[in-house]
């Protein structure tokens, strides 16, 4: 049966007539394989990985290794949109854009969108704060939690940090009873209705997955009931060794492909493929909101910004804060291409200032009369339509434009100092929309909306306004 097997793999492998001379070690081991492992082995040598076998050794040595390494293939083939023929193909695209130092924005003209700039306590704030709030019990709160927090060099998971310092409640916590609180606020207001439970979902990755589990078990979900709560595990990506998109192999294993963080922007995919927007449709859901995992101010801001989002009707609504002019966070931007097409999306500060040169704004970005640019700053908090959400993920599958940031060893850029990956963002989400997309902003105060922690406190002291926030790991009195 084996040898069968074996036999009908090998002609399927059979590349170019030269397999057995070209692969022998992989033709030895064959036989170990299941059928479907000889269909990945055959995927990856057709996309130019045969270097992944060629250490294999003869068959009963490291036989278990070997399967391992094909469990691991499947499930990277497995979790991403369209396996990984595509991620390798999508990645020599963007490794090549990349060498030929092809600017993503050609052919775009910046321009300041419309969006909601509110100020807090006045009249128009009060009204969609009151909005907001008896609309919060339509919507679902996704918190994203799968980052390493790298440049704060912390090893804990951050959400369990303190959010303020007296009583040391943690950001979990924290977020939590805030959901608890509008989710209660929000029946009072519409008395009469049922009483809904107000979906919450974290995005975990493996970095902090257990840990997350085990902080909400050990403080019985901090009130929520369990069945409220949603953990949804993201899957790191293969890394790539050279503009061939060649995968690398693990430095410590060398029967595992190296793997690292695709990015926040997997929460779409994830939420689409877990089948809980058709769920929230069917319950009546009208809202998806996405936060990160350390910033204590946010829920101060989030009824209004929901009282806005309702309001105007927007598809999409990006919070956002006043942003000096070439401030290091990125501009809500609108971008329109000479071809027609435009969209609302986030602009990196790099980015932003020489694109304005670049199109005609020799000055680059500027304060305005108001003393910050017009450009509002990204706070990447999402309010995203739950219709609209979901007629844009049947056509992607919640797939986000990928970029890769190769470091290169020098000017001729082919080779890196160390192994790559495709990496995407949660923000960039309103890339593939239609021009027909309500996309807008809620600018707020940033004394209001926004204190992340984000960098330890030497680096944290470069960034002006930051460093009283990350010493005291963002207590709001410190951030006022
Ligand atoms: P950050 O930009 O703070 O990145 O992520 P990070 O990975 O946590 O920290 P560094 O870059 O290593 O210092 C913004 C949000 O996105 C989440 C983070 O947990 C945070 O809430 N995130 C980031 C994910 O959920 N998955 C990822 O792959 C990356």
Known sequence: MEAAVA??????????????????????????????????????????????FEHWPEPGVDDGEKKSFFDQVARLNSSYPGGLASYIKIARELLADSKAGKNPFDGFTPSVPTGENLSHGDENFIKFEEAGVREAQNAAFVLVAGGLGERL???????????????????????????????????????GGQKKEIPFVIMTSDDTHARTLELLESHSYFGMKPTQVKLLKQEKVACLEDNDAKLALDPQNKFRV??????????????????????????????????????????KAIPASIGVSVTKGYHVNSLAVPRKAKEAIGGITKLTHTDGRSMVINVEYNQLDPLLRATGFPDGDVNCETGYSPFPGNINQLILELDAYIEELKKTGGGIKEFV?????????????????????????????????RVGFTVMDTWLAYAPVKNNPEDAAKVKGLLVIVNCFSCQFCAI
Not at 20 to 35: R, V, Y
């Open 7 to 52: 036999t009908e793999s090998l002609s399927k492998l059979n590349i170019n007539g030269d397999f057995a001379s070209s692969l022998p070690n992989l033709h030895k081991n064959l036989h170990l394989l299941s059928p479907q492992q000889v269909e990945l082995a055959k995927m990856l040598v057709e996309k130019g990985q045969s270097h992944l």
């Open 153 to 191: 060099g912390y090893n804990g998971i951050k959400v369990a940090l303190p959010f303020e310092t007296i009583t040391g409640t943690c950001f979990l916590q924290n977020y939590i009873e805030s959901v608890l609180a509008l989710q209660e606020a929000s029946y009072r207001m519409t008395q």
């Open 258 to 299: 190296q793997t690292k963080p695709h990015g926040h922007g997997d929460v779409h995919s994830l939420l689409y493929s877990s089948g809980l927007l058709y769920e929230w449709r069917d319950a009546g859901l009208r809202w998806v909101l996405f936060f990160q995992d350390t910033n204590g101010l946010l829920f």
């Open 405 to 437: 940031n190769p470091k290169y060893k020098d000017a001729s850029k082919t080779s890196f100092k160390s192994s790559t990956r495709l990496e995407c963002m949660m923000q960039d989400y309103p890339k593939t929309l239609p021009p027909s997309a």
